[in-house]
């Protein structure tokens, strides 16, 4: 493999946790009950607006907010796995594929060992490439107890 043939991408994202008892908790689609949600626009999937950002940024292809903005009355609500579904073809249109994904989930909660299985499976069957999914916890950190944010690094092939 030539390195001109391949790119980097990182991506980001951080929610607040929801004081709306009615909001779910949704991390690479799966729901977790007895923690609070998220908030946001769509279903706040932290993970999934991470692994966006990290696929579009090597395709030069905008971001997240660019593509679905949360002022888009169409998104409010929606399942980040649609999101991710249409930046997959968005990228396989550019002439891109993914080789892989790599995503660091930070919160004190939920624990994520029960659901990593499924996790990793919803991602990889969307995208279509191997991902990864760590869990770190803050450690107690008081600037990261209100909140679940997600880092992901994403390997892009150019097809020629």
Same mark, same amino acid.
């Given at each position: 493999?030539?390195?001109?043939? &391949?790119?980097?991408?990182?991506?980001?994202?951080?929610?607040?946790?929801?004081?709306?008892?009615?909001?779910?908790? &949704?991390?690479?689609? $799966?729901?977790?009950?007895?923690?609070?949600?998220?908030?946001?626009?769509?279903?706040?999937?932290?993970?999934?607006?991470?692994?966006?950002?990290?696929?579009?940024?090597?395709?030069?292809?905008?971001?997240?907010?660019?593509?679905?903005?949360?002022?888009?009355?169409?998104?409010?609500?929606?399942?980040?796995?649609?999101?991710?579904?249409?930046?997959?073809?968005?990228?396989?249109?550019?002439?891109?594929?993914?080789?892989?994904?790599? $995503?660091?989930?930070?919160?004190?909660?939920?624990?994520?060992?029960?659901?990593?299985?499924?996790?990793?499976?919803?991602?990889?069957?969307?995208?279509?490439?191997?991902?990864? &999914?760590?869990?770190?916890?803050?450690?107690?950190?008081?600037?990261?107890?209100?909140?679940?944010? $997600?880092?992901?690094?994403?390997?892009?092939? &150019?097809?020629?």
């Amino acid at each position: 493999m030539q390195l001109k043939n &391949i790119r980097v991408g990182h991506g980001f994202d951080v929610h607040r946790y929801s004081d709306d008892p009615d909001r779910k908790l &949704i991390l690479a689609g $799966c729901t977790f009950d007895g923690v609070p949600g998220l908030v946001g626009h769509s279903d706040a999937d932290v993970i999934i607006h991470g692994c966006i950002d990290a696929l579009l940024g090597p395709a030069s292809l905008g971001d997240i907010g660019q593509l679905f903005p949360n002022s888009d009355s169409a998104n409010k609500g929606k399942s980040s796995l649609v999101f991710l579904q249409e930046v997959v073809k968005l990228l396989a249109d550019s002439g891109f594929y993914v080789i892989n994904v790599d $995503c660091t989930l930070v919160a004190d909660q939920p624990k994520i060992s029960d659901f990593r299985s499924e996790m990793i499976n919803n991602l990889s069957e969307v995208i279509g490439a191997p991902v990864t &999914i760590k869990g770190k916890t803050t450690e107690g950190a008081v600037q990261f107890q209100d909140s679940v944010s $997600c880092h992901s690094v994403a390997l892009v092939g &150019i097809h020629e």
